[in-house]
């Protein structure tokens, strides 16, 4: 098993920036991959990024391409999101999710992930 823990969440501007971290417990050494979701009221839970847990490969949506970017620090086991130039629209419950499994390339879809958090509320007002 795997526990994460999200935490950084909370109320800025527009223009702003914030940095989630997501603390991973337990079985990290099985951990494959970790992703960041966001899902805001009425909507679908939506692919934010995603990073290798060794390597440090990673992806990223299209619509925070260029503003966010995804970390980790393995001593720690932790998983960071640091979002720049925040948008309203970004405004959602942030979730951090772990992957056992070896893909081919980095997961993308909520299904693909085996562990989430609890999540962690970001509101970007205009």
């Known amino acids: 098993q795997v526990q994460l823990v999200e935490s950084g969440g909370g109320l800025v501007q527009a223009g702003g920036s914030l940095r989630l971290a997501c603390a991973a417990s337990?079985?990290?050494?099985?951990?494959?991959?970790m992703g960041w979701f966001r899902q805001a009221p009425g909507k679908e839970r939506d692919f934010v990024a995603a990073?290798?847990?060794?390597?440090?490969?990673?992806y990223y949506a299209d619509s925070v391409k260029g503003r966010f970017t995804i970390s980790r620090d393995n001593a720690k086991n932790t998983v960071y999101l640091q979002m720049n130039s925040l948008k309203p629209e970004d405004t959602a419950v942030y979730y951090c999710?772990?992957?056992?499994?070896?893909?081919?390339?980095?997961?993308?879809?909520?299904?693909?992930?085996?562990?989430w958090g609890q999540g962690t509320q970001v509101t970007v007002s205009s």
């Open positions: 990073i290798m847990w060794s390597g440090g490969n990673t």
């Open positions: 999710a772990a992957r056992w499994a070896y893909s081919s390339t980095l997961p993308t879809g909520s299904d693909e992930y085996n562990y």
């Open positions: 337990g079985r990290t050494f099985s951990i494959y991959a």
